[in-house]
């Protein structure tokens, strides 16, 4: 009996230690989450990545303390630890225009957040959609039959106005790269007619107006719509396009490319 009494002694003092080091100080630090993203590339498009995983430290008894109350002899301990930290590049754009929206996220440096080609919508231009402006860009009207002549000062516009919303945590640029559309289905091969379509592209940068209009008369024509913006701070861009309705544009289809880039600096 005083064996059997020993031993649940024995097993009780266990279990303490074991409640004692479940609710210890140091559990769950750094946390059970703390292997989540350690194998993200620092892309992100529209897509969650949920990595689990769990860091422990060694369990120890901090039961069973003994108390040195003599105060009369002070001592101190010091060191100076050298500290940095560092902060990872961020850098994120939401394009947003004719009904479909995208997020291109850039997570750590040498991420590069390149989406390609966008297939869900699409930059269109159509005299029933945008309808025509003149040389100003105001309106014409529009229509499947609208009676409006090719002219030179006549465009037809794109089929909406893309919003763009940037942000970095360090400088960064914003710029825009394309060219002329080239005929896929049209009557280009006349003499008379051009066998390209010009872009053109006008700009609003941060609630200003309307910038002058540019066109993409070459192949990769890049333009820099923000040169440089501050890390940290936001911004908004607004564009507008169209392409010319004039007497030398043969009747059909025409396709292009649009690219619109941001980059750290």
Not at 3 to 31: H, N, Q, T, Y
Not at 86 to 113: D, H, R
Not at 215 to 223: K, L, M, P, R, Y
Request: hydrophobic share 40%; charged share 20%; proline share 5%.
């Amino acid at each position: 009996m005083k064996k059997l009494s020993i031993l649940l002694l024995i097993l009780a003092f266990i279990c303490m230690g074991a409640i004692a080091l479940a609710e210890g100080p140091l559990d769950g630090i750094p946390g059970e989450n703390y292997m989540n993203h350690e194998n993200d590339d620092g892309v992100v498009f529209w897509t969650k990545i949920d990595q689990t995983g769990k860091y422990d430290n060694v369990p120890m008894n901090r039961s069973g303390y003994y108390f040195d109350n003599n105060g009369k002899n002070g001592q101190a301990a010091e060191m100076t630890l050298q500290t940095w930290a560092f902060i990872p590049c961020y850098l994120e754009m939401k394009v947003t225009g004719n009904q479909g929206q995208t997020m291109i996220q850039s997570f750590g440096p040498g991420a590069s957040a390149n989406a390609g080609l966008i297939t869900a919508y699409v930059l269109a231009f159509d005299n029933e959609i945008g309808g025509f402006v003149d040389e100003n860009w105001d309106s014409l009207g529009h229509g499947r039959n609208a009676e409006i002549e090719p002219a030179p000062g006549t465009y037809i516009q794109g089929c909406d106005v893309f919003r763009v919303e940037l942000y970095a945590n360090d400088n960064y640029k914003y710029e825009v790269q394309s060219g002329p559309l080239t005929p896929t289905n049209a009557s280009a091969d006349s003499p008379d007619a051009l066998d390209f379509l010009p872009l053109q592209m006008r700009t609003s940068v941060d609630g200003a107006a309307f910038g002058n209009t540019t066109s993409f008369d070459a192949a990769n024509t890049v333009v820099n719509v923000i040169p440089e913006k501050l890390a940290c701070q936001s911004s908004l861009v607004y564009h507008q396009f169209r392409v010319p309705y004039d007497r030398n544009i043969a009747h059909g289809r025409y396709d292009g490319r649009l690219i619109l880039r941001a980059a750290t600096l």
